[in-house]
């Protein structure tokens, strides 16, 4: 079998090219405060704007809105770059945006000195999120944060307050 490649010269019938562009800061210097803080300060920080955001959210446009402690809510409003070949907003970004609260729901109790990673991720995606759906608001909530491993879950909604995705989320918790 060959594959060949075909130029198609006339792609007017695509519609307008769009592009995006993205700014962060390097990680570096933030990770190296925010790791000599509490995880609850942390968040706190990068929600004040003490600290920069990381690189991935601000790729997705993940806003952190509310951080207390087990819990925390962030903002995302996705756009067109994020669409999946039938039209709608890829079930990766909500993906992402429910491993990013969970995860940081775990962070918001650990000490200075403690990490975590996610061990497992289940995600539920109840409706189709398009442009019309708004700002998505996501908010994850710790089950149970023991000392090796928490457990932490999500609800993504739309604008209009419809659930949209849930998650279930397994942490590992380590020294740093």
């Known amino acids: 079998m060959t594959a060949e490649l075909v130029d198609t010269p006339d792609r007017a019938d695509w519609g307008p090219q769009r592009s995006k562009t993205v700014t962060w800061y390097e990680p570096g210097p933030s990770t190296a405060k925010g790791m000599a803080m509490a995880g609850i300060d942390h968040l706190r920080a990068m929600a004040d704007g003490a600290l920069p955001p990381p690189p991935m959210g601000s790729l997705m ?3 952190i809105v509310e951080v207390e402690p ?5 903002t995302c409003r996705p756009d067109e770059s994020a669409y999946n070949p039938i039209g709608a907003i890829h079930g ?6 429910l491993d990013s609260v969970t995860g940081c729901a775990v962070h918001s109790t650990l000490p200075q000195g403690r990490g975590y990673t996610s061990i ?3 995600v539920n995606y109840l409706k189709a ?6 700002l998505l608001t996501a908010t994850g909530a710790v089950v149970k944060a023991g000392s090796r491993v928490g457990f ?9 307050g419809a659930v949209v995705a849930t998650a279930s989320s397994t942490l590992l918790i380590f020294d740093v």
Do not use: M, N, P, Y
């Open 61 to 63: 446009d993940f806003s």
């Open 70 to 74: 087990g819990r925390v809510v962030f």
């Open 92 to 97: 990766g970004l909500l993906c992402t945006l």
């Open 120 to 122: 497992e991720i289940k």
């Open 129 to 134: 999120v398009r442009l019309s759906s708004g």
């Open 152 to 160: 932490a879950e999500g609800v993504v909604t739309d604008a209009g």
